[in-house]
Every structure is written in C-alpha cells, then in structure tokens.
C-alpha cells in the first residue's frame, strides 16, 4: 500500500470515473459514481471481490481503503489479512496504480 501514499492529498479528478470504457478496461467497477464532487464523497469501487472506498475530502483524496465483502451477507465487510492484501496487490497493483494515476492532478 505504500505505493499509494502518494496520491494522498493529490486533487481528485471525477471525470475518469465516470467513464464506464475507462474502468471496464481496468476491470473496476462503481456501482454509485456522483455527478460530482461535494465537501466529502466516499466512492466505492469493486474489484473481484475487494471493496475499495476512496474518501474525498474538500476535492482531494483524503483514504484509500480496501476491504472483503461477505458473500453471505454483502452489507457486512471484514479487513484484509496481510496474505490477502499481499496476493490482492500482487494481482492489481499495476491497475490500481494506472487507475490512480487518471484520477488524480
């Protein structure tokens, strides 16, 4: 996750998660994308079975957070172990990194 700190901070561009082409080439998928940018969003974006919540804060990132979902019940979620969150980055990193690299000035 280290890799990520860097857009901590950085302005948020809504524009890119709007398009749909741009995330499906990604393999991400937002159920709930905002026509735009209030004080405070948190998009949630879905990749396998990872939530990823990305909190806006007065237009720039503010957290990157990954969780599981439970597939018994989806409105509960759970941490990732650090095995999980290991194989999850080995498999994502380069999209996500691309993904963030879009979104973000």
Do not use: H, W
């Amino acid at each position: 996750m280290e890799k990520f700190k860097k857009f901590i901070g950085k302005p948020f561009k809504l524009e890119y998660i709007q398009d749909p082409e741009f995330l499906k080439s990604l393999s991400i998928c937002c159920q709930n994308i905002p026509e735009k940018i209030e004080e405070f969003e948190e998009i949630e974006f879905l990749i396998d079975d990872i939530v990823m919540c990305v909190a806006v804060l007065n237009g720039k990132i503010k957290r990157i957070m990954l969780v599981k979902l439970n597939k018994e019940n989806p409105d509960e979620c759970s941490p990732l172990t650090k095995e999980e969150l290991e194989q999850f980055l080995k498999k994502n990193e380069e999209k996500l990194l691309k993904f963030f690299e879009n979104i973000t000035l």
